[in-house]
């Protein structure tokens, strides 16, 4: 799963922090558990939401699905790197995709452990 929301008053967005204690329950049969999810932050502000990526994260650990282990996927400025609902800037997008190919690795890899168990 990829997760991303822009970060609202230092946190993520109320919209999916209620979506994600939904589906937090029942407890311990979350459909969200063990499963890896990738989360991504977009802001005005120079930080790129980290303080709402963290908040993300936190709450994905709780439930537990897995974060993605990897360097924080945060767009600063996202106001000068979007245009007609697209994702111009050449680093930040490499870098979002670096992270997808992250995620897909770590799909593959709980796969094969699940075969060989």
Do not use: C
């Not at 109320?14 to 999810?37: C, E, F, H, I, Q």
């Not at 770590?106 to 094969?112: F, Q």
């Amino acid at each position: 799963m990829i997760m991303i929301s822009p970060e609202y008053n230092h946190g993520m967005s109320g919209v999916l922090k209620n979506a994600l204690d939904w589906a937090s329950r029942p407890y311990g049969r979350s459909t969200l558990m063990r499963k890896p999810v990738l989360t991504m932050t977009a802001s005005p502000a120079f930080t790129g939401g980290v303080r709402a990526q963290q908040q993300m994260n936190e709450t994905l650990v709780s439930i537990p699905a897995r974060p993605v282990l990897r360097p924080q996927i945060v767009i600063g400025s996202v106001h000068e790197k979007v245009r007609d609902g697209r994702l111009i800037d050449k680093a930040a997008l490499s870098f979002a995709l670096a992270g997808v190919d992250d995620l897909l690795e770590e799909i593959r890899r709980a796969r094969s452990v699940r075969a060989a168990a």
